[in-house]
């Protein structure tokens, strides 16, 4: 199905709802294993200012059909960006953790911070793609193209990138694990193969991973508005004090949490 709404991680989702339309679109079932979900971004700012979406990226590969053509982002680790003017559209699929090193047949880490042509990766047939994604009517239609040229270069769900997956959704999932060893403990594995399955199959640290779920959990407090208790958030969240929580919301979003809450 298609669910309306703005996604966590989205910086400002009130301002942005009212500048466009983020849709999530559910994959097919054979594709589950390997897709989260596809993302629809519609603009019409036809005479209206330019809007700058921020985002805090997760720990995913992202396939971009977009103009002027297809575009593969790695892992963002610092706050990404987006200039949207005009009128336009765009499908995104979001990649399970560890999903993409298959495909790629090499490091995911090699993409973190980078956007690359898919065109580079794929061939010619992404763009054909991308014309089509683009070209098709509805939502539903646009990400069933997108998984028609999906199923023509995944290889199957690897057991490793599912384990990786898993360990992902450990760390996003139990705010009780707050430091590396602990998530490497409670799945059985040394810091350093934990380290290496990440650099290899997420394309950031388990380290990363961790301070990037406490920075979504703390945005999104912020966006409740005031009256927030940030000493107690930050030690719900595992920080040594307030003042740890403030300094690295400040230094990753631009500003510090309370004043982002008021705003």
Request: with cysteine.
């Amino acid at each position: 199905m298609t669910d309306p709404g703005i996604g966590r991680g989205v910086l400002r989702p009130t301002a942005a709802a009212a500048r466009y339309e983020l849709l999530r679109q559910d994959p097919a079932a054979d594709l589950a294993a390997q897709v989260e979900f596809h993302w629809i971004v519609r603009w019409d700012l036809r005479g209206r200012a330019p809007h700058v979406q921020k985002v805090l990226s997760h720990p995913n590969v992202h396939l971009v059909f977009e103009e002027p053509r297809p575009t593969v982002y790695g892992v963002q680790r610092g706050v990404f960006s987006r200039r949207l003017s005009g009128a336009g559209r765009v499908l995104g699929t979001k990649f399970r953790p560890g999903a993409f090193r298959p495909l790629l047949g090499s490091p995911v880490a090699a993409l973190a911070d980078r956007a690359v042509p898919a065109a580079e990766l794929f061939g010619p047939a992404v763009t054909e793609a991308g014309r089509a994604v683009l070209g098709a009517a509805e939502p539903a239609g646009m990400a069933a193209l997108a998984e028609e040229f999906l199923r023509s270069v995944l290889p199957e769900p690897h057991p490793v990138a599912r384990e990786v997956a898993d360990i992902v959704a450990l760390i996003t999932e139990a705010p009780a694990l707050l430091r590396v060893d602990q998530v490497a403990a409670a799945c059985g594995l040394s810091v350093r193969t934990l380290q290496r399955l990440f650099a290899e199959y997420v394309g950031a640290s388990p380290k990363w991973v961790l301070r990037r779920a406490r920075l979504h959990e703390a945005a999104t407090r912020a966006e409740e508005g005031a009256g927030i208790d940030w000493a107690a958030l930050a030690a719900d969240l595992g920080y040594a004090d307030q003042a740890h929580l403030v300094r690295d919301f400040t230094a990753t979003v631009g500003s510090p949490p309370a004043r982002y809450a008021r705003h």
